[in-house]
DNA sequence: TTTTATTTGTCCGTATGTATA
DNA sequence: GTATACATACGGACAAATAAA
């Protein structure tokens, strides 16, 4: 635990103390004052070092819980929340690359596999007809165990029938395609929304129900614009960042 | 108010009956059988449809409120919300094109501004020193009415302390930096993120707090690198879709 | 302006199947 | 095998907001 220097805050016109604190909190950690996993200092001991009550620390904190910078647990105190993983989307963006070349350690599990007739929604994306039969993997990915996304992918049966087995037996999607013959494959379209964690979410990304997710829909082809794989990404927002190549 | 075919729904095994009625809702809204702005049927009414009962619905509806798809107005109906906005992410996308060829109104108003010193991230950013001075403009963005965004923009002063009044006059970010002999620039990098609405998103936007926003910070630089501008955006993410280009 | 009917929101309860400890 | 917890589904009653008479 570093010492905060003592520092009695001047109110600046239209903004509130609480926010103020925050602020100073978030910077201090930007700055690597609080390094990720450490703790805080008490919210008694903040509150003295600014010279304002606890409840207005607690509102600064419960400001930055919010915004998943830091972790209260009861009991214990106040925690940093590892920094947000700058995530890429590009048109040959691999999970395993980006995680890996982040100093982290990347591992994706299939957690669930069918077959099932494409809806029109997924029929489309893949040039097929409604009710086309289609491949669905689950696939949960992780960084140093802590789950970043899962990805629903669907592929034609077609030709990847039995595209679980390969998955398992090559754990990437990438060999897996190459297994069918697909050398090189790159994103179509990209579309990126939010949304709130349902309990599947939160059970699969182990956060809690209600936080934010980014959803990414993509649509990948090969190289003469054949569809061949379709995915939807729930990402857990407070845990990546996604950069957009330009 | 459009008649529902009666259709006593088939259990799928595994699947529950409040998420079959979901996904037949939100297929009939997809086909256009309910538009933007409509009113659903009563709960009681779908109920009967259905042949369940009208809490099953009323899970049904809940689930697409959640998703953002429909929302709720006691003493008078559902309605359906209108279809994401698609927004193009790249080096030079100009709100006012996007809104105006997506055939709707758009419109940026300025609700606030100032001049500040740069904290060390937004110094950064500038590739300026932390406290030099910057102006800072918040823009709300709508399309027919409707907030879609607010930006927070982030300009040297030393060549726009007077950006604010720029603005006003020409209701434009790329006008303003044309008047500041900036005739061309393109977005350097692009970051997103998610969040929930706090009451100033809400309020702004005109959103229910806790509701999923997107984030995005981009820095925008002139042609030969120079950094002139730097964004923070919140979007409703019920009402936008990002598509990145590629 | 007042009344009335409609519609969603929030309770109370019951029963059943399923997964977990 | 038993007990517990949880999600699903159904039934009813009333409150609160809205809209129309």
Not at 148 to 174: D, V
Request: include cysteine.
């Amino acid at each position: 635990m570093r010492p905060l220097r003592q520092e009695p805050i001047e109110l600046a016109p239209g903004v509130t103390l609480w926010r103020r604190i925050a602020d100073e909190l978030e910077q201090a950690i930007a700055l690597g004052t609080y390094k990720a996993g450490e703790r805080l200092p008490g919210e008694v001991e903040i509150a003295a070092r600014f010279g304002v009550n606890r409840h207005t620390v607690r509102h600064a904190l419960a400001e930055l819980a919010r915004r998943g910078l830091v972790r209260a647990a009861r009991g214990s105190g106040t925690y940093v929340e590892p920094a947000r993983l700058s995530y890429p989307i590009g048109a040959r963006t691999r999970f395993s690359e980006i995680v890996g070349s982040a100093g982290r350690d990347p591992e994706g599990r299939l957690i669930g596999h069918g077959q099932e007739a494409a809806t029109p929604d997924i029929a489309r994306r893949l040039d097929l007809k409604a009710g086309d039969p289609v491949v669905r993997l689950e696939i949960l990915r992780t960084a140093d165990g802590l789950p970043l996304c899962y990805t629903t992918s669907w592929l034609p049966a077609k030709f990847a029938a039995n595209a679980a087995r390969i998955f398992r037996a090559r754990r990437s999607i990438t060999a897996t395609l190459a297994y069918f013959g697909i050398k090189d494959y790159r994103r179509q379209s990209t579309r990126i929304t939010a949304g709130a964690a349902d309990a599947l979410d939160a059970e699969r990304l182990q956060l809690s129900p209600g936080r934010a997710i980014l959803i990414i829909d993509s649509i990948n082809v090969t190289p003469n614009g054949t569809p061949v794989l379709t995915n939807r990404s729930r990402f857990a927002a407070d845990r990546v960042e996604l950069v957009v190549e330009s």
